[in-house]
């Protein structure tokens, strides 16, 4: 009894010795990424670490000279950067010239972003500057826990130029609760919906373009296209149908509430009075036309099922796709993307459009727990201003990750190791061009950005929280009839009054008047 | 030896035909993708036989093949590791609280116990992982979290139970230590317990990505299941996001289906080799903790 007595102490003690070893050895590992270390304290501090940093700002204005050196982080989402270390040396080598600072740069998958950043934000973790958005790890969401710096006296002191170079209603669009917690990325902001054709097919079946003013006026085209063709769909859909794609052809403007969005109001309608898209007479007259399509077989079968469109059209197994956002200059993209490279043209049913809250679709931000959100601002403000430095992070280094064709376009060189989405680092406009844009591609976009017709609830942010109970409901509704529904592939007389009750018992008149409330708040500021 | 089918046999071995086949066929479906040209894939849908063979996908993945070599290491010492020490953390846990003689078993078992209850979730462990005991972007990370299971401490615990107390009795009277006990007579008489939670633990590691996607950001320290999940979600993830195709990426260069299906051959393909030579210890590990008289 006393031996095994002893053995129990005995174990104990050993286990109480191996924590500590292991804790003592990893505390001195760990000298170079002070930021773990440092962070607990400073979220024990955190209410007062944004006033904080606002002084240690305002101290040092004129101190270019000399800036002390820091390291600076930066989270954003990026497919795959296996070769980040020599672009990484180049940006620094623009970065410490200009303002003595570094920058770690830390891609994460697109796939990953949403958990991994949320486990960050949740631990406290220090981080200088964090990309987010509207559809990605939520910009509104994350400004409401804290989680970022408001920006509007570092923007004075440290970014003037950066804050001179965006129009005003991207600086707008970031405001919550009227102060700006991020940095917004410039680009096409507009949206214009409508067809998407193969030239080849366009050509052959004599496409009016002039002729489609509505949705269903391809109905003649793709009779042709069905006649004519064996084995190929004329109109390509996926799961998520196109009632969506074409609702400001309708005439109606909808609140990005959920992934297909339920509630809207009549553009013609200055009261923006909501109602429930689903039981409007527009989606009615939708499914008896896609129906009747999808019985002729217009549209391909395996429309609710399949995910994306792209790799039937790839195939060329299908005609006509649909799109929410012809921009000028996109159609390289959306070809390589859909086509396959072929030429396409654009069939727009709308003008340009500005519609729910572009400006926060690709932000970066300042962390509440970044030690030097001066110099991150400053950072950001060389990112958004320094073309060098911009094109340096999106295409890498020029001979290793791209090739110029002349003073403002690019060949990207596949398998590099090195890829990034010029919308996720900066301004776009700031960039070069890939090869096959037009040369005025940007002055083009900026100067539809600038002509586009606002709806009128652009900037609307809906606070989800109030009822989120019932977008969960009334998503799951949606998810369970919407597939069958909009595609055309079953009978809209028998299901759409199923759908419709059980939205009523999802609660969708609740969700109605929470947003209308919030609306109607918020058009008072106005 | 006669063979005979009795009806029961027939529906016994139809049903476990069916079970084999529902495993086996989208098996062979991915093999067959794999060696198949993306463009006939994309036209015709999947074949089980391929029309033509087109070896394309493989040698993409093979032309980046030091990421998937540096993976396959990453995962192997991790599994050895992890598993070497699992198992021994493992027995020596289960051992010390099947003694009746040992004064804390209750409160420790109870401890242990709770654990297989109440979990902290993802963010404490993240917190801890990375700021006190700063084990982001190390080997540790990926090895520590799964080091010990509950599950498989009880079930030691109730296998090590059966020793029966006299024959550790006698030993201690011939003068043998705790130590010297544990190892020369516990451990040996353990052996299909051993084989079986070892089994489990190497599994746990070999198909574990969760903590690699958490905790680490370098790509030499990437496991082999966290790149083929990198690979095969990202494209899904770019495709299906109405956003995505509203800010425009052009994702026409990330892997095609043919490169995606031949990775996972390279990945499973090894495990698929090493398993059956062990699976034979699996099978008697099971049942000899089962049943025992």
């Not at chain 1, 004129?62 to 002390?68: E, R």
């Not at chain 1, 994460?108 to 987010?132: L, V």
């Not at chain 2, 391929?50 to 396959?72: F, H, T």
């Not at chain 2, 690699?212 to 990198?230: A, F, H, N, T």
């Amino acid at each position: 009894m006393m031996r095994s007595v002893r053995f129990g102490k005995m174990g104990l003690a050993a286990l109480v010795a191996l924590l500590l070893v292991l804790s003592a050895c990893s505390k001195n590992n760990e000298s170079s990424s002070n930021s773990s270390a440092s962070s607990s304290a400073s979220k024990s501090a955190s209410p007062s670490a944004g006033s904080d940093a606002g002084a240690s700002a305002s101290a040092s204005p004129s101190a270019d000279s000399s800036l002390p050196p820091v390291d600076l982080t930066w989270y954003y989402p990026a497919d795959s950067q296996t070769a980040l270390g020599p672009v990484q040396d180049a940006v620094n080598k623009i970065t410490k010239e200009k303002i003595n600072a570094t920058v770690t740069l830390k891609p994460i998958a697109f796939g990953e972003y949403n958990q991994r950043m949320n486990t960050i934000a949740a631990s406290g973790e220090a981080f200088d500057i964090a990309w987010t958005s509207n559809w990605l790890f939520d910009y509104v969401g994350n400004v409401t826990k804290g989680l970022f710096v408001p920006l509007d006296d570092l923007l004075n002191q440290d970014a003037a130029d950066l804050k001179a170079s965006l129009p005003d209603f991207m600086w707008d669009q970031v405001k919550v609760g009227g102060k700006i917690y991020g940095v917004p990325n410039y680009q096409s902001v507009t949206g214009r919906e409508g067809y998407i054709v193969p030239k080849d097919y366009a050509d052959k079946y004599g496409l009016d373009v002039s002729a489609i003013k509505k949705f269903e006026d391809i109905e003649p085209f793709l009779e042709k296209i069905k006649q004519g063709e064996s084995g190929v769909a004329p109109l390509v859909m996926d799961y998520n149908g196109m009632f969506g794609y074409f609702i400001h052809t309708q005439g109606i403007s909808t609140l990005p509430i959920t992934s297909n969005p339920p509630i809207g109001f009549y553009d013609s309608d200055t009261s923006m009075k909501l109602f429930n898209v689903y039981a409007s007479p527009e989606y009615k007259h939708y499914l008896e036309v896609v129906h009747g399509w999808y019985q002729k077989g217009y549209i391909n079968k395996d429309a609710p099922t399949i995910k994306t469109v792209d790799d039937l059209a790839k195939a060329g197994k299908a005609a006509v796709s649909y799109s929410l956002s012809l921009n000028p200059g996109t159609e390289t993209l959306v070809s390589n993307n859909r086509y396959g490279g072929k030429p396409i043209e654009y069939v727009p049913t709308t003008g340009f459009v500005v519609d729910g809250n572009p400006g926060i679709a690709t932000v970066n931000a300042i962390g509440k727990n970044s030690k030097n959100p001066d110099r991150a601002m400053m950072f950001l403000n060389l990112v958004n201003t320094d073309k060098d430095l911009y094109n340096t992070l999106v295409y890498g280094v020029e001979g290793t990750n791209y090739d110029k064709i002349d003073d403002k376009t690019v060949k990207v060189k596949q398998d590099s190791g090195f890829t990034n989405n010029a919308w996720v680092m900066g301004n776009t406009f700031n960039g070069y061009l890939q090869e096959g844009q037009a040369p005025d591609t940007f002055d083009v976009q900026k100067k539809t950005n600038e002509e586009a017709t606002p709806t009128q609830s652009v900037g609307f942010k809906f606070d989800v929280s109030p009822v989120q109970t019932e977008i969960a409901n009334v998503q799951s509704v949606l998810d369970e009839y919407l597939p069958g529904l909009s595609t055309g592939a079953v009978d809209p007389d028998k299901k759409l009054p199923d759908f419709l009750d059980r939205l009523q018992k999802a609660g969708i008149d609740k969700l109605m008047q929470e947003a209308q409330k919030q609306l109607d708040a918020w058009k008072a500021t106005r | 030896m006669k063979l005979t089918l009795s009806k029961g046999r027939v529906i016994v071995h139809f049903v476990y035909a069916i079970i084999s086949a529902a495993m086996l066929i989208p098996f062979l479906l991915v093999v067959s993708i794999s060696i198949s040209d993306d463009d006939l894939l994309n036209k015709d849908g999947y074949k089980w036989i391929p029309e033509k063979i087109n070896l394309l996908g493989y040698q993409v993945m093979l032309k980046a093949s030091s990421a998937l070599v540096r993976a396959y290491g990453v995962t192997i010492v991790v599994t050895v590791i992890g598993t070497l020490l699992g198992l021994l953390l493992t027995t020596m846990l289960a051992y010390t609280i099947s003694r009746r003689d040992f004064r804390y078993r209750g409160p420790v078992t109870f401890y242990i116990f709770f654990s297989m209850l109440f979990q902290a979730g993802i963010v404490p462990l993240y917190i801890l992982m990375t700021q006190y005991l700063h084990l982001r972007n190390t080997i540790w990370a990926l090895i520590l979290p799964l080091l010990i299971n509950p599950f498989y401490v009880m079930i030691m615990r109730g296998f090590l139970a059966k020793i029966p107390g006299e024959i550790i009795e006698s030993v201690k009277m011939d003068g043998a230590s705790e130590w010297r006990i544990f190892a020369q007579i516990v451990l040996p008489l353990s052996k299909p317990a051993l084989v079986t939670i070892g089994l489990m633990l190497a599994f746990g590691y070999w198909n574990d990505w969760f903590y690699g996607l958490l905790l680490i950001d370098e790509q030499k320290l990437v496991p082999l299941q966290l790149l083929l999940y990198r690979n095969i979600n990202a494209i899904e993830f770019l495709k299906g996001n109405p956003a995505v195709q509203r800010l425009g990426v052009d994702y026409s260069h990330l892997p095609t289906l043919s490169a995606r299906m031949a990775m996972t051959i390279l990945a499973a393909g090894p495990m698929m080799i090493v398993f059956p030579f062990f699976q034979k210890y699996f099978v008697s590990g099971l049942t000899v903790g089962a049943l025992k008289e």
